[in-house]
């Protein structure tokens, strides 16, 4: 998973994280355990009626995640 990270650093990612958010970022640095910082971040929110809308807006993040996929911003 490190080799694949490593080539995403300071671009915009996509990740779910193990409790099912999507969160959208800029993916400064990771660890062999697959925590993530990602800056300049926000979380994606899916609904049935209002369709896709930004949440919380955070300036750093930390979590563990799933696979992080590029995401155009």
């Given at each position: ?18 409790d ?6 800029l993916?400064?640095g990771f ?11 926000h979380e ?11 949440a919380?807006?955070?300036?750093r993040?930390?979590?563990?995640c ?8």
């Amino acid at each position: 998973m490190a080799a694949m990270l490593e080539g995403l650093v300071d671009k915009v990612v996509q990740v779910i994280t193990n409790d099912g958010r999507v969160i959208v970022g800029l993916l400064k640095g990771f660890d062999q355990t697959t925590n993530v910082i990602l800056d300049e971040c926000h979380e994606r929110v899916f609904s049935g009626s209002t369709g896709v809308e930004q949440a919380r807006t955070c300036r750093r993040m930390r979590s563990p995640c799933t696979l992080p996929r590029p995401s155009a911003r």
